[in-house]
């Protein structure tokens, strides 16, 4: 899997948007997911906004937002078009099917008319993949969390292997997993999306841990690498972007070219 360049797994996959960020990764020469953790609707618009071009994806917590109005949707909106980069709401759901299918299509943020993908656990079981298979349009995505980068929490390698399991029979809803080995799966069509990253390794004070682009793509097998503070808190947001973006795609020419 982690051998093959990500434009032939774009011909691989079932699920439209995982074909759609292969294909974004290949044509703009990158794998870096912007993490925009801000609180400000014109903070994340000035960031994107400025790092549109560098970036594959863009991860939102859109209910961290405290300006939030339909307007500033349709502004991201504008910007992934100008860019050509998709959205990830990385909201995480975790509950019944019936819960989640609420979830992701009412309320105030109307997730499902607007997120190109999601974030979903797999621990309340099936009913949730069933959930959004029935509310997602077709070109819609999961990534599967079957990991996390988070000292000390609660999976379990058998945890891990039943997320695989349950990812395979919804082959046109899974984009990919979240996750933090290159053993967790073998599917060459799905994505590996890893958070946990910065320039070096360190930890923060609530848990999170912090690991190389050498170490998570060239070892642990990462496709899509989730970077947050690490460019939102730097002092030039835009020009560590790029610093990412070209650390981050040498690492992972140099794994397709198979000289490691
Ligand atoms: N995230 C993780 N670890 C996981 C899953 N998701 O950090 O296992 C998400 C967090 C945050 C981002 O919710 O939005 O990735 C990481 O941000 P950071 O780079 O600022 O730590």
Redesign the pocket.
């Known amino acids: 899997r982690t051998l093959l360049p990500y434009e032939k797994r774009a011909e691989l996959t079932s699920n439209s948007i995982a074909k759609r960020l292969f294909t974004i990764m290949a044509t703009k020469k990158t794998n870096l997911c912007l993490?925009v953790?801000l609180t400000s609707s014109t903070k994340i618009l000035d960031l994107v906004q400025k790092v549109g071009e560098h970036v594959c994806l863009v991860?939102t917590?859109i209910d961290i937002v405290e300006d939030y109005t339909d307007n500033f949707i349709v502004q991201l909106k504008e910007l992934a078009q100008k860019f050509n980069f998709l959205v990830l709401e990385?909201r995480k759901y975790a509950d019944i099917g019936h819960t989640v299918s609420l979830q992701y299509s009412k309320g105030l943020y109307n997730v499902a008319d607007w997120a190109d993908c999601v974030t979903v656990h797999s621990l309340p079981g099936e009913g949730i993949l069933k959930a959004l298979n029935d509310s997602a349009h077709s070109s819609r995505g999961v990534f599967l969390l079957a990991e996390?980068?988070?000292e000390g929490n609660l999976i379990t390698p058998d945890y891990t292997e039943a997320t695989v399991k349950m990812a395979a029979k919804y082959p046109e809803l899974i984009t990919g997993f979240?996750c933090q080995k290159k053993s967790t799966f073998k599917d060459p069509s799905l994505i590996q999306l890893t958070?946990?990253v910065q320039l070096e390794s360190s930890k923060?004070e609530l848990g999170?841990v912090y690991n190389t682009p050498e170490k998570v793509i060239l070892e642990n097998g990462a496709d899509v690498i989730?970077?947050?503070?690490?460019i939102v808190s730097a002092k030039n947001p835009e020009a560590q972007a790029v610093v990412y973006k070209d650390t981050l795609w040498k690492c992972y020419t140099k794994r397709v070219s198979g000289k490691l």
């Open positions: 993490s953790d991860k917590h990385d996390m980068s988070s979240v958070p946990g923060d999170q989730v970077v947050g503070r690490g």
